[in-house]
């Protein structure tokens, strides 16, 4: 039992640089442990739409404790020791900002030949700051020759290099896509310019069913199928 708390700090879409303090009590025969212990190490996370499996390596420092009675003798005692804890997981979103994470970690503390080892299994709440998705009322004019171009029957506006760079309130893809990401193809025809894209766009019509092929934050090849 105990509570853990995180902050990443995102170098690019897939690696980050996370900070974690967590606690944890256990109880056995009489004698309580207790366990403190703070770190920070790397993350690596795949980001998508909808859910962003996580792997992270924390190290750290540890302090542990122990008291109760064995056998009518009173036990206390505690140490600090480095700590390793592997873990890993998901979060799956709610909102733009507001995840659930599902995880584990395996915390590790070894001193003087003793190990303290177990498994965390993690359920709580992320918040991502920023990447929220910026949207646009009106439709700007041009496209390709480094300018922007819109695509009103998708609700998106992408710039010279195909990365979304804004929405409209009404997008069939908001929601599902995000500001960065690079829109490569509709329905089974690659798209790699502003003029592309609104010349593959041109003919479709609302109530229709389109598949749109995507780099999600520009790395991860994504496909997904909306209704106009």
Do not use: C
């Not at 029957?153 to 960065?180: K, Q, T």
């Amino acid at each position: 039992r105990g509570w853990d708390a995180s902050v990443n700090i995102p170098a690019n879409n897939w690696f980050g640089v996370v900070g974690d303090i967590w606690g944890a009590t256990q109880s056995d025969s009489g004698v309580s442990t207790t366990v403190y212990a703070a770190g920070g190490g790397p993350q690596f996370t795949i980001r998508t739409p909808k859910v962003a499996p996580y792997f992270r390596l924390v190290f750290g420092a540890g302090h542990g404790s122990t008291s109760g009675s064995v056998f009518g003798f009173n036990v206390s005692s505690g140490t600090t020791a480095f700590v390793m804890s592997p873990g890993g997981g998901a979060d799956f979103r709610i909102t733009d900002q507001v995840w659930l994470r599902l995880g584990a970690n395996y915390p590790i503390e070894r001193k003087y030949g003793v190990t303290l080892d177990g498994v965390q299994t993690i359920v709580g709440i992320t918040y991502k700051f920023g990447g929220r998705r910026e949207t646009v009322d009106t439709i700007p004019t041009g496209g390709g020759n480094g300018a922007t171009a819109a695509a009103p029957i998708l609700g998106v506006v992408v710039d010279s290099e195909m990365h979304v760079i804004r929405f409209f309130p009404n997008s069939v893809l908001y929601g599902h896509l995000d500001v960065g990401d690079v829109i490569n193809s509709v329905d089974g025809k690659d798209v790699r310019t502003p003029d592309e894209l609104t010349a593959a766009t041109a003919s479709l019509t609302k109530g229709t069913v389109v598949k749109v092929g995507y780099l999600s934050h520009g790395w991860w090849q994504t496909w997904i199928s909306v209704q106009l």
